[in-house]
């Protein structure tokens, strides 16, 4: 695929005259784009954008060390997760789980367990499956033991992470984004980028109107990242920067810190952007309508019903099995149900095999799985015949080392409060 270089080259590489493709409505909104010396505007963008991030880059920990290992897990953990809510559990799983080698030999449960509370469960399980892969290919080139005895950060590199970006986007769990993102992050190379932060950056920038969703449009927004982060490589060295400066590292990460931080979703700080100036929706008044994603499609509620059964101290709990959402998690016995009323002994006796003593309301727990919109209600009950089926019988003290889904560990917590309550 052509690069988006010079106006001519990206008509000619298609086949277009200038006139012909401002005839074509699907992609009329790049022509300011293409009318405006895009080299010339590209290269402000870059140095505005290095300048701009030199000042105003945030202080977050996987910035303070160019291990690539450090690195890839900061990025799996940041799909879908906000940045405040990732910094401790990197800070724990850095501590816990310093190399490759320790993270592709962790146990299901201590995996889990560090990943609790993060969601998307997935992640993790094909974070050690690329860690399991890195320490295998490693031992059989024979090459395991490097070590980086000059690392700038505590992380000791004891397998050495693929540099090649097909390499890396081979590795299981790593999409183009992500694969991008390590190698210009790490090891300093013109990989593009792009997720959501810098789709709306590109898109408000260069006043695309097309659903970025749009195969075509997606193609256009890749190679603009590329274009890019490719022109930061010529960037001469900042005052005070080596001879050797990270800008393709630096330029990728501005783009994601300017959606984070100035080019937000809602109410944009258009007045303090680096790039403003540069910014076709913000001449034309069209920030607000940018980026063109459609609409949402609309959730689906589902509701459930749990019991907390206790007995002698002991809460009756379970494992997701494999293949499913949430798959390893514990929780506590639950049943999807639908109707407005709940024959909540018929539902028991279904599940557990027993009339129960009593059921009682524990609390509702409400949150979201994908496009789900769950209502958890949860009952304690108690049953002299209670069948436990897959079930297993845990004390509150014995449950704080299981890994439980954000609802579960809610009702964890309260079935534990409840024995407390009790004494």
Not at 40 to 53: G, H, P, Q, R, Y
Not at 353 to 376: C, D, N, Q
Request: hydrophobic content about 40%; aromatic content about 8%.
């Amino acid at each position: 695929m052509a690069r988006l270089g010079t106006a001519d080259n990206f008509l000619s590489a298609r086949g277009f005259s200038a006139f012909s493709f401002s005839r074509i409505s699907c992609i009329s909104r790049f022509g300011n784009f293409l009318n405006s010396k895009p080299k010339t505007k590209n290269s402000k963008l870059v140095s505005a954008l290095l300048d701009w991030f030199a000042v105003n880059a945030r202080d977050l920990p996987w910035r303070r060390t160019r291990d690539p290992y450090a690195i890839w897990v900061s990025e799996i953990m940041l799909q879908q997760t906000q940045v405040k809510t990732v910094i401790p559990f990197w800070n724990r799983w850095l501590r816990e789980l310093p190399t490759i080698e320790a993270a592709a030999k962790a146990d299901s449960a201590k995996l889990h367990k560090l990943w609790e509370g993060l969601g998307y469960y997935t992640r993790v399980r094909n974070l050690q499956k690329a860690a399991q892969q890195i320490v295998n290919s490693s031992r059989s080139r024979g090459d395991e033991a490097q070590i980086n005895k000059k690392s700038e950060t505590p992380h000791v590199v004891s397998y050495k992470f693929p540099e090649k970006f097909e390499e890396v986007l081979a590795l299981p769990g790593i999409g183009r984004y992500t694969a991008g993102a390590i190698c210009s992050i790490a090891f300093n190379q013109p990989t593009p980028i792009l997720d959501g932060n810098v789709i709306r950056v590109l898109t408000r920038l260069f006043g695309i109107a097309e659903n970025p969703k749009d195969k075509t449009t997606n193609a256009k927004l890749w190679q603009l990242a590329e274009t890019l982060v490719g022109r930061a490589v010529l960037c001469p060295p900042r005052r005070g920067e080596d001879t050797a400066p990270y800008h393709c590292s630096h330029l990728n990460q501005s783009l994601m810190e300017l959606g984070a931080l100035v080019c937000t979703p809602r109410n944009p700080q258009c007045m303090i952007c680096p790039v403003q100036k540069l910014c076709m929706a913000c001449a034309e008044n069209r920030v607000e309508e940018l980026p063109n994603l459609g609409k949402r499609e609309k959730a689906t509620a589902r509701r459930f019903a749990a019991f907390v059964i206790e007995r002698n101290g002991k809460f009756l709990v379970r494992q997701r099995p494999a293949g499913v959402v949430n798959a390893h998690l514990w929780e506590f016995p639950n049943i999807e149900v639908t109707g407005a009323r709940l024959d909540l002994p018929e539902i028991f006796k279904s599940e557990f095999g027993g009339v129960p003593e009593k059921i009682s309301p524990l609390g509702t727990v409400k949150h979201s799985i994908t496009r789900y919109r769950i209502t958890l209600e949860a009952f304690t009950a108690s049953s002299k015949r209670v069948s436990p089926g897959n079930g297993v019988w845990k004390t509150p003290a014995q449950m704080q080392s299981l890994a439980f889904n954000a609802a579960h560990k809610k009702l964890a917590s309260a079935a534990a409060k409840s024995i407390l309550s009790d004494r």
